[in-house]
């Protein structure tokens, strides 16, 4: 158990650039989420995937972003045209599909600075 | 709608003494499951504890225990003889069951132990 891992952990870009950030789950995990936590708050949803598929995406997913969770294995989260308000930590985290509760495994993030 | 609210954005404790770190949730659901995560300046969440909604009895994970009482939808995190190492950021979730696979957060409790 590696852990889940996120590369990179930073990102500066200037406005209007497009950005990927990716996302490594624990290898058993079938389930894999992506959330935004900006200084001061929680974590907020984005998106969540279970295997490839993507089954919930938050109304904060605006049109700019997009993720993919091709073979059901790493994720990728694309910002494009990027904006000063992208500026966030972005977590990914990973869980088991089982009986009871089983707690999401999150990753150090991806900080974004957008200037 | 789904809430986690946390009213304390900073706590200090004298190493060695306990903490209680405050959260109140609101849901309609009956099933549902709260944790509670603790963020180190370093950024990463790491999962503390889980109690279940029909949970009766109170959950331990060493010297953290969570205070849950359902009439009061609070699900106190208790931190008996606190350590330099446990400051960090606290946060509270909710997951719902019946309403996607969501983890709701709060806004985080900073604590900080005083030696």
């Known amino acids: 158990d590696t852990g889940v891992s996120q590369n990179p952990r930073h990102k500066i870009t200037k406005r209007g650039q497009n950005v990927t950030f990716r996302c490594d789950p624990i290898s058993e995990h079938n389930r894999l989420y992506w959330y935004r936590q900006t200084l001061g708050q929680g974590p907020e949803f984005l998106t969540y995937f279970q295997n490839e598929a993507q089954l919930e995406k938050s109304r904060l997913l605006s049109d700019r972003f997009s993720a993919e969770r091709p073979k059901g294995s790493f994720s990728t989260l694309e910002i494009q045209r990027t904006e000063q308000g992208d500026s966030a930590m972005y977590l990914c985290?990973?869980?088991?599909?089982?009986?009871?509760?089983?707690?999401?495994?999150f990753g150090n993030g991806t900080r974004l600075t957008v200037t | 709608a789904q809430k986690i609210t946390q009213t304390q954005p900073g706590m200090f404790v004298q190493e060695k003494e306990a903490v209680t770190l405050d959260c109140t949730y609101d849901?309609?659901?009956?099933?549902?499951?709260l944790f509670w995560y603790k963020q180190p300046s370093s950024g990463e969440m790491i999962f503390l504890i889980y109690q279940g909604s029909y949970d009766e009895q109170n959950a331990t994970e060493g010297r953290y225990s969570l205070n849950f009482q359902k009439a009061r939808k609070s699900a106190n995190l208790v931190i008996s003889a606190s350590q330099l190492g446990d400051s960090a950021m606290y946060f509270c979730a909710m997951r719902v069951w019946d309403t996607g696979n969501q983890f709701y957060f709060g806004t985080g409790t900073s604590l900080t132990v005083i030696p």
């Open positions: 849901t309609s659901d009956q099933s549902y499951g």
């Open positions: 985290a990973s869980s088991l599909t089982a009986t009871g509760v089983p707690p999401l495994h």
